[in-house]
């Protein structure tokens, strides 16, 4: 039988700031015991710890740096900066490990703790599991003798080396001269380094979302508010919007006429932009279950395949590595290129989508729609306990959805990595089918669930 990770969810440990689990007690021990399993061989072991502006990543990191310390991990703290930036370091650093202080788009009252490997990718379900079942042993007589304990440390120039980087991602000889861009930093971790990118390759740059005060990240702005994206690519009349979220892994852009574009259209641009210039690989690109069918059948009309996964970009980026493609993401905007980063990349991801703009001399809005998108619809049914999904009723309804559609569309029904929410999907050639089928479902889970409650 599988086993069940109890603390690790879709992407890291997440809960309630100075709530279990999300608690300096928690990650003292986790800071620990990830220092034990990657001490590997006699040489300095080092790990990289960044953090987005949340007022909770006070308590946490020291935590985490305490419990590396005691593992005799040395650690070197990088500050406020996006996750890839995080991940990245971690490679140049040639560290240990790699440490990331965020709950994402989450609000500032939630925090979490993603892990990195030595490459700079994120830790695999089974390793994840081996680190539970540490903090769930006696392990303190494998702590580090006294004279062994590591040091904390501090990298000043961290932000200009992934400034850097991300620069030397876009087109060589290229520039954004002429652009008016406005970027929406979420009051996050990219609040100073986007913004810098997108000044230093000529851009005249509308920075918003920049004033993190330990409360505001995420707030009103980001990635998951596009509409305030939307308004401010209007007022200043800009070529152009990119949104990131808290920690900088995600992006949604706004054309000039302040229309979203998601996380598939940028994919589509990308994988479509990349193939036509022969750096594509592996014939094909990796997104999940949740991507549009629509996208899949643009990619064939191009010769590509779309390889799925389960939700979860670290699924992607495994099954990238596996496939041997080199363009991955989600609907949701986290978008991999591993040509140039080892996990999502907002920053990185709108370069390319700005590269395609300068190449082609069009408007956003004729360039970012890319396919067209079947309807589709979702919506969320919080449980508490056992999930319904495994009521017979639910899965009958299931079944009936599908034969509804006939082929002519998709179902797909999950449970949330991080929250107690089924997340209810279905996508077809009628809208009016669709938003049937999703209401329905919805009303049965929601029923099952209150049935199921009153006998409790």
């Not at 629509?294 to 596996?322: C, N, P, S």
Request: glycine letters at 12%; charged letters at 20%.
């Amino acid at each position: 039988m599988t086993k069940t990770r109890r603390l690790f969810g879709t992407d890291g440990i997440r809960g309630k700031a100075n709530t279990d689990p999300m608690t300096a007690g928690t990650a003292l021990r986790l800071g620990q015991a990830a220092g034990l399993i990657f001490t590997r061989g006699d040489h300095r072991h080092r790990v990289v710890i960044g953090k987005d502006t949340r007022l909770s990543g006070y308590m946490i990191e020291p935590a985490l740096t305490a419990g590396f310390i005691g593992a005799g991990m040395d650690v070197t703290l990088v500050g406020p900066l996006p996750t890839p930036a995080v991940a990245m370091l971690t490679r140049s650093l040639r560290a240990d490990l790699g440490v990331m202080i965020s709950a994402s788009h989450n609000s500032y009252e939630d925090n979490g703790i993603k892990l990195f490997g030595p490459d700079g990718t994120k830790l695999s379900d089974q390793v994840e599991l081996e680190i539970e079942a540490l903090m769930d042993s006696a392990f303190g007589d494998r702590l580090a003798d006294s004279h062994l304990l590591g040091r904390a440390s501090r990298l000043e120039d961290a932000a200009g080396r992934y400034i850097e980087v991300a620069k030397a991602s876009f087109p060589r000889g290229s520039r954004l001269d002429g652009l008016r861009i406005v970027v929406d930093c979420a009051n996050g971790a990219a609040y100073k380094v986007a913004p810098t990118v997108l000044w230093e390759l000529g851009a005249t740059v509308i920075p918003v979302g920049v004033t993190p005060d330990g409360f505001n990240i995420n707030k009103g702005c980001g990635s998951t508010v596009p509409a305030f994206l939307c308004a401010q690519v209007l007022e200043h009349g800009a070529h152009l919007g990119i949104a990131l979220d808290g920690d900088a892994d995600r992006l949604i852009v706004a054309d000039e006429t302040g229309e979203v574009v998601d996380g598939d259209q940028i994919l589509a641009l990308i994988a479509q932009s990349w193939h036509q210039a022969g750096t594509l690989r592996g014939g094909g690109v990796v997104a999940t279950v949740m991507s549009n069918l629509g996208l899949e059948r643009h990619l064939g009309d191009l010769g590509l395949d779309l390889h799925r996964t389960k939700v979860g970009d670290r699924y992607v980026a495994e099954q990238m590595r596996a496939a041997g493609l080199n363009v991955g993401g989600e609907q949701s905007g986290h978008l991999i290129l591993s040509d140039f980063a080892t996990t999502g990349d907002g920053l990185m991801a709108a370069l390319q989508v700005l590269a395609v703009l300068v190449q082609q001399k069009r408007p956003a809005s004729e360039v970012l729609q890319v396919f067209k998108r079947l309807p589709q619809r979702l919506k969320n049914v919080r449980f508490s306990g056992i999930s319904p999904l495994r009521e017979d009723r639910v899965q009958t309804a299931i079944r009936a959805a599908e034969i509804r559609l006939n082929g002519t569309g998709r179902v797909l029904i999950r449970e949330s990595g991080t929250e107690p929410l089924v997340r209810v999907m279905a996508e077809g050639e009628d809208l009016a089918v669709v938003s049937e089928i999703v209401d329905s479902l919805c009303e049965t889970i929601a029923a099952a669930t209150r049935v199921r409650d009153a006998v409790a």
